[in-house]
Each structure stands twice: as C-alpha cells, then as structure tokens.
C-alpha cells in the first residue's frame, strides 16, 4: 500500500481516546446489560421535548441550515444575559476550543498554558496548530493553580485555559480568582474558562465569571449542551468571547458546522427546564451518594462540583476498571490523564448508581 506523506506533526499523532461504547462491551464480553459511567453524559437522556423537536424537524434535513445559527444565539444571549455579538456556537465546543487554537495563536510563536492532568483536548490542538503547549504542576489535591498559570504566561501565551470544574478532578476555581488571573495576564493573552460542568456548581454566581462578562476584555467561557442538556450525539456548545475576536473568527471559520437539528434540539432543550432542573437534582444527590459510599469502601474521594466523581480505590485501578467491565460497568480509568491510581464515574439514574456501588463493594471487600 502507498504510504503518503503528512504534515510532521500529525506523523505520530497521539488520537483521543474516548470512553469504550456501550455495544462495544456487549459484544466483547457477551453481556445483555450494559452500563455507561465513563463520558459524563446526562443519566436521564435525552428530553422528551427535545426528541419530539428533532421529529417534527426531520423533513427539513434537506435544507442548509442558517449559518452561525442565528436563533440559537439569540436564545443564549437571553438566557446567559450577554449580547448577542459575543456568542459564537459551534459543533462542540470542541469546534471553538480547536477555533481558538488555529485563529488566535500564531503557530511557530505563540504558547497556551493548561495545567497538568487536564482535557486532552487542548494538547491535541496544540499541537495541531503548531503552538507550544505548557503545563504547570498542580496544587494540593490537584487546587487549580492558578498563580502559577500567571507566572507561566509571557508575551508570546495566547491563551491560558482553566477548565472549571475540572475534568477528571471535579475540582472548581473560584470566580474572584479567576479575575485576578484575568487582570495579570499580558495584554494579547485570554483567558478561557471551559464550563463544560459549570451547571451542576452550586451556587453558579460563585463560580462563573459570565455574570460580569462586560468586566473583563480578555474573557471567554466555553459552554456546552453535551452535557446538562443531554445533547451529546449531536454536538452543539457555544463560546461567549470579546466581540471584536468574535468578529474576527466568525468571519475565518467553516460555515455551517452546526446543523440544523442541533440547532432546533438546542433551542427546545434552553426551554426546557422541567428536564433540566431534573437533571441537576439527579446529579446532586447522585455525587453525595458516591462519595458517601466510595468512602465507605474505603476509597479516597475528592470532591466535586461536576456530574462525575474521581476517586482512587484501595486496589490497583486499572484491576478495578476491567473487572467492572466484565461485570458490564463502564466507568473512565484515569491513566491517559496522568492519573493511573485514579477512577472517575459518572452519576447515572439512581439504579445505575445502586448497581455500580453494589458491584464496586463486591470487588473491593472481596
Ligand atoms: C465534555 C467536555 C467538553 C464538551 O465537549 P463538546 O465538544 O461540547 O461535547 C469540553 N470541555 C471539557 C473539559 C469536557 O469535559
């Protein structure tokens, strides 16, 4: 076979490595039931209002959808309170996240700084983009660090990404520091928060800089509806961003990444509160659960503000993780984050939850 060249730096790319599927599990250890604990998706599912809504728009799939989904921008200017020429929704917000590395960085000059153990997200762009990218070590129980993301910034840092809460840590960064951060930092240099988890924080006000956005010059939140929302399968999030960069990467970027039943899931499920408001109580109570009951089992357990928990077991991890695989529980081992001790779980419905902790207990006290 012809072997073709590629650009050096994706010669030996290091690809993402996402949560194994539910189908995958089941064929592989011939298992009826299945249960995934392991991509921080919504334990309810997605809305019965949503699914009713991508139906009723099923026949317009022929069309294009509009570009920059107007619509949806509107409806996340008025629910997050900022206007509308600061919201740029994507396909993920992944899509913005990779935006942000190939438009604002310069490859070849220009670094990001990101914190050990974070998103495998941000290296991968890096490194796509041909920027440099930096990771400082981590406080006590992985405490955000951001001092020393200030003290790594120079001239040349293009952006300095705290992820809050943190995956896989659960771990937040408090909204007043986050000023701090954004006020030292050079003069060319962002500040982006990815909010990924950033509704099941309690309250938000003490977490979200978005409030104050008009505060801040060098401010960006990432958000997404893959997550609360239960939008995963479709991609949609969106970024909220000074309004002259917005303008800037609204006019470089590919048109129409987001499609139209993204577009309209998006709207229905900003709507619906009843499932939202669920969704939260579900995770709430479910994060108390597991870390009541990890510790009983004499896990470490650290605490979290997102729909998952990290937690190391008294046994080797990785043994952990494959005999909950064979026993049809799929939950996301750390080790590709640099945490090979460590386990994190998602909150499920209250019986996944049940049968995980059931499950866990057996192998660990046996
Ligand atoms: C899940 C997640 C995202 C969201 O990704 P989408 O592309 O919107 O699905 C972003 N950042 C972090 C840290 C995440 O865990």
Redesign the pocket.
């Known amino acids: 076979m012809r072997e073709f060249s590629v650009r050096p730096e994706i010669m030996e790319f290091d690809p993402y490595k996402p949560g194994l599927t539910i189908e995958q599990i089941q064929a592989e250890y011939g298992l009826e039931t299945v249960i995934k604990l392991a991509s921080?998706e919504n334990p309810l599912g997605t809305s019965p209002v949503v699914q009713k809504t991508i139906e009723r728009n099923a026949a317009r799939a022929f069309r294009y959808p509009e570009n920059h989904t107007p619509r949806l921008v509107e409806e996340i200017s008025r629910q997050v309170g900022v206007p509308e020429e600061c919201v740029l929704v994507g396909n993920?917000?992944?899509e913005i996240i990779d935006m942000l590395f190939r438009m604002k960085a310069h490859p070849g000059r220009d670094n990001v700084v990101c914190y050990e153990h974070c998103?495998s997200?941000y290296r991968m762009c890096a490194k796509l983009a041909g920027v440099e990218y930096r990771e400082v070590p981590r406080g006590k129980d992985f405490a955000l660090p951001l001092d020393k993301m200030a003290e790594a910034a120079d001239e040349n840092t293009a952006m300095v990404i705290v992820?809050s809460p943190d995956?896989p840590t659960g771990q937040v960064a408090h909204v007043e520091d986050l000023a701090v951060l954004a006020g030292v930092l050079p003069k060319d240099c962002l500040l982006v928060v990815?909010e990924?988890y950033v509704d099941f924080t309690w309250p938000p006000e003490s977490y979200t800089p978005v409030q104050a956005w008009d505060k801040f010059e060098n401010l960006v939140v990432?958000r997404?509806f893959?997550?609360a929302y239960g939008l995963?399968g479709l991609?949609v999030?969106y970024g909220i961003l000074p309004p002259a960069l917005m303008a800037r990467l609204k006019n470089a970027r590919i048109p129409f990444t987001v499609n139209l039943l993204a577009e309209e899931a998006a709207i229905a499920a900003l709507r619906d509160e009843t499932f939202y408001n669920e969704t939260l109580q579900l995770v709430m109570s479910g994060r108390e659960y597991f870390a009541d009951e990890l510790k009983r089992l004499g896990c470490r357990v650290w605490p979290t503000q997102a729909n998952f928990v990290m937690f190391q077991p008294p046994k080797n991890a990785m043994d952990v993780f494959q005999a909950l695989l064979e026993r049809g529980i799929i939950v996301r081992p750390l080790k590709s984050f640099g945490l090979p001790d460590c386990i994190r779980v998602n909150v499920g419905t209250k019986q996944e939850n049940e049968t995980f902790i059931k499950v866990i207990g057996e192998l660990l006290r046996g």
Do not use: E, V, Y
Request: glycine share 12%; aromatic share 6%.
């Open positions: 921080n993920g917000s992944d998103f997200m992820t995956n990815d990924a990432l997404t893959s997550k995963a991609r999030g």
